[in-house]
């Protein structure tokens, strides 16, 4: 987390202690501010030292201790309102532009973000015209790689698929869970499909024993839209952990599943690069891909991530669990600032195949 925030020993020591303040925080800013609550973040000042700040549409009253309060435009239901109103768009048969990567809740900026490629204004802005949003919600964001699949066409430290077709897939796993029993590991649905092998890699490319099977999995075919998650029911024999592997850096001991608040540092672990940390964007993220499927209520983060991390963990620094890569745009290599990583968060995957995470005290 340090190397990839830039935080010194004293600022990471600070930052983890205005995280602890948001997420003590936030519903109670919430329920503080009613219909003007705009959402709360946290924020790092130009000297380095972070702050919790929150929002809302009116001026006066008084502010929380330990939180700066900022006058904004749009409440935080008039900027999911306008979001929903693109994902309606799209569920009812309009087709995202090519050049328009995805679309969120932009809480430090007040705004719909849209997400495209260089060139692609006009038609983000004819997308967002005719969704009949207010246009002053939106706000155009040019990234400079598209976000895509983390599946590598190679294989890969994490598990591989060899579907006989002359190629080895890799993915990485998210976290260990249990359903009535069961042992096993959720991780994204585009890494496999129902009852699809999946095997150990002891090394890079190396095709290991056996370790189980998908159990179920979902993922959005090219022009539909859906979840991207899937868990996989290990073999009898092996054992299950409730840890993240830390790539030398430390394993992490997962203790739960809380979500953090936007702004919060995350890492992510996956078999290609390893341990990477970033912040939290945003929240409820509809992603199309470049290959044409649209992935629903994804997480934003300025970690980086490459080819096979996908299905990868995604942990707090308390070790709280927050999701599995879905995909990204950028890489790891040279400048990754302006590289972007999309998970899929855990507790919709637990909820919806009645899973237990693996946890320890």
């Known amino acids: ?89 799209f569920a009812q048969g309009a087709k995202v532009p090519k050049g328009v990567y995805s679309w969120q809740v932009d809480l430090p900026r007040n705004a719909v973000t849209v997400s495209i490629a260089p060139g692609a204004e006009q038609a983000a802005i004819d997308f967002v015209a005719l969704s009949g949003i207010d246009a002053g919600v939106v706000r155009l964001e040019t990234m400079d790689a598209p976000p895509m699949l983390h599946v590598d066409v190679k294989g890969g430290l994490g598990y591989l698929r060899n579907p006989g077709d002359g190629y080895l897939y890799a993915c990485s796993v998210g976290f260990s869970v249990t359903q009535n029993g069961a042992p096993g590991f959720a991780t994204a649905g585009h890494c496999g499909t129902a009852g699809e092998a999946v095997y150990h890699e002891p090394s890079q490319w190396t095709l290991g024993p056996r370790w189980g099977a998908f159990a ?53 672990s996956g078999r290609t690069t390893g341990w990477r940390c970033g912040t939290i964007e945003a929240r409820n993220v509809t992603v199309t891909y470049v290959s044409g499927e649209t992935v629903l209520n994804l997480t934003r983060t300025t970690a980086c991530s490459e080819g096979g991390d996908s299905g990868g963990s995604f942990i707090t620094s308390a070790g709280q669990g ?16 302006r590289s972007r990583s999309y998970f899929q968060p855990l507790n919709p995957i637990l909820q919806a195949y009645n899973l237990n995470l693996l946890t320890s005290p």
């Not at 219909?35 to 924020?43: D, K, L, N, T, V």
């Open 1 to 89: 987390m340090q190397r990839d925030l830039g935080l010194s020993s004293d600022r990471l020591v600070q930052y983890l202690k205005v995280e602890r303040a948001a997420l003590q925080q936030e519903r109670a800013l919430a329920r503080q501010f009613g219909r003007h609550y705009a959402g709360s973040w946290i924020e790092q000042r130009a000297d380095g030292s972070f702050r919790l700040v929150a929002a809302r549409t009116t001026a006066g009253g008084k502010a929380p201790a330990g939180v700066e309060v900022r006058q904004v435009r749009h409440s935080l239901a008039e900027l999911d309102a306008s979001k929903a109103r693109l994902d309606l768009l």
């Open 216 to 268: 179920a999995s979902r993922f959005p075919a090219p022009g539909q839209s859906g979840p991207d998650y899937a868990w996989v029911r290990l073999d009898a024999g092996h054992a299950l952990t409730a840890t993240v592997h830390g790539y030398g850096q430390g394993d992490v001991t997962v203790r739960g599943s809380t979500d953090a608040p936007v702004g919060a540092a995350v890492c992510r």
């Open 322 to 337: 927050q999701g599995v890569l879905s995909g990204g745009s950028g890489s790891c290599k040279g400048n990754t600032r």
